[in-house]
């Protein structure tokens, strides 16, 4: 799973959850049908990769004041981006720990989806 939050100059902030591999008929129904969703397929020579993506807006401001420690990193993603997490999903499993990681941030999973 990898995380990103953005700024825009002039505009509201974004944030996106991307599943690399992904199973989108093993996405819950309300993800696979969500407005926000984007599958892809990367293709090479003899290979290829499924990714599923969430996109989600943020009041303009958002990212920095997470940034700066005005709010928790986690409430920065949405409700739907944060439900999306494979060990969100998972019964059983530990959950995942959000974390900063120098300039950017990082989604720690403890475990990792079969596929």
């Known amino acids: 799973m990898v995380t990103r939050a953005r700024r825009t100059q002039g505009d509201d ?4 959850v991307k599943l690399r591999p992904a199973e989108p008929a093993s996405l819950p129904a309300e ?10 397929m990367d293709v090479t020579r003899g290979s290829y ?3 599923a993506s969430l996109k989600g807006a943020r009041r303009a401001g ?11 990193l986690e ?4 409700k739907e981006q944060r439900a999306s997490s494979p060990t969100t999903r998972r019964p ?21 989806p079969r596929g």
Not at 62 to 72: H, I, L, N
Not at 94 to 102: D, N, Q, V
Request: proline letters at 2%; glycine letters at 12%.
């Open 92 to 112: 059983g499993s530990a959950g995942t720990t959000w974390c900063r990681w120098g300039r950017c941030w990082s989604s720690c999973s403890s475990g990792c």
């Open 75 to 78: 409430k920065l993603f949405t």
């Open 31 to 40: 993800v696979r049908d969500s407005k926000n969703l984007k599958v892809e």
């Open 13 to 16: 902030d974004d944030t996106v």
């Open 62 to 72: 958002a990212v920095r004041e997470t940034v700066t420690g005005g709010r928790p």
């Open 49 to 51: 990769v499924v990714s």
